[in-house]
């Protein structure tokens, strides 16, 4: 007999402000509890130091975590002139000074040249795999830590604010696997002065949005009238799925995809081949799916039952 999971069959996208000084992971922890989830985990990363936007998927939703992770995301954050660090931030330990300060006019100079694709070595503390060890991991064991430049996609870069000589306020919107930790260490760099981030903030992930998020307090002083109560927070899970095309379904279609059956796609402007799309039906997520031939092809099928919510 199969054990049962504990918790709650919570299915759905909470938005949380995540605070500075915690992980990632204790933040997923401590959602999880609030709303007695089964299943939780998180799209894309947020370095302790980091506040802002952390999307958590619950249940069904965790299907549709990719789509966010691969999704643009966009920061605020300020950089400290005169001094790099090992992590490229303020937690890390000095490695290089300068007495040199930018103007703010070289700095404008300077942006053009870390927009669109450039190559970006990423920090020796980040959580990328060396030999199936995580960087961080080996740079805090005293290893030296050499990460390989990579294509990154930075589609703005924008300077916002110079609150004093030393440190300037920066935002940008950038792709997968940016690090922003290196963006100001490359732009120190570049600039002759050195640099490492002390404030970051991200502001959005994919379709989810800074003034969706749900703070912490809010989060568990709604879990105090229960936990039905904090679910009542969570998106949708096709929240995560905005750029997407989507497609509603009658029962009968809707019950071919759920078995795994294709469904012709009607109509006059219907498209002919999609790599990605979804279909709902009454208001709740069936399937993700490809148009292929003028067909819907179900690439992964969702519990119709723990789809809406809770």
């Known amino acids: 007999m199969a054990r049962r999971k504990k918790g709650r069959a919570v299915s759905g996208w909470l938005v949380l402000d995540k605070p500075g000084s915690m992980t990632s992971t204790q933040a997923v922890g401590i959602v999880r509890r609030l709303l007695d989830a089964q299943k939780a985990g998180h799209a894309g990363t947020l370095d302790p130091l980091a506040t802002g936007v952390l999307p958590i998927a619950f249940g069904e939703a965790t299907k549709t975590v990719p789509f966010a992770v691969d999704g643009e995301k966009r920061y605020r954050f300020t950089v400290q002139w005169g001094g790099e660090t090992d992590t490229d931030d303020a937690e890390g330990r000095v490695t290089a000074t300068s007495d040199t300060r930018p103007q703010p006019s070289a700095i404008e100079a300077l942006l053009p040249n870390f927009i669109g694709e450039i190559m970006q070595q990423p920090p020796a503390f980040s959580a990328i795999k060396v030999d199936g060890a995580r960087a ?59 640099g490492h981030v002390t404030a970051l903030r991200r502001t959005r992930v994919g379709g989810f949005d800074e003034q969706d998020a749900v703070s912490l307090e809010q989060l568990e002083a709604a879990a105090k009238t229960g936990p039905e109560a904090a679910a009542g927070l969570l998106q949708p899970i096709e929240a995560a799925l905005s750029s997407l095309l989507s497609f509603d379904l009658a029962r009968k279609d809707a019950a071919r995809l759920l078995q795994g059956q294709p469904v012709i796609i009607r109509g006059r402007d219907a498209p002919a081949e999609v790599d990605a799309c979804y279909a709902m039906c009454g208001g709740r997520l069936v399937a993700l799916s490809r ?13 119709f039952r723990e789809n809406a919510g809770s």
């Open 136 to 194: 961080y991991d080996l740079a805090r064991a005293g290893e030296t830590v050499e990460l390989q430049a990579r294509p990154v996609n930075v589609s703005s870069l924008k300077l916002t604010g110079m609150p004093d000589a030393s440190s300037a306020v920066f935002e940008a919107t950038c792709g997968k696997g940016t690090y922003v930790r290196a963006l100001a260490r490359d732009m120190g760099r570049a600039l002759g002065c050195f």
């Open 291 to 303: 148009i292929q031939k003028g067909q819907l092809m179900p690439l992964r099928v969702f519990n």
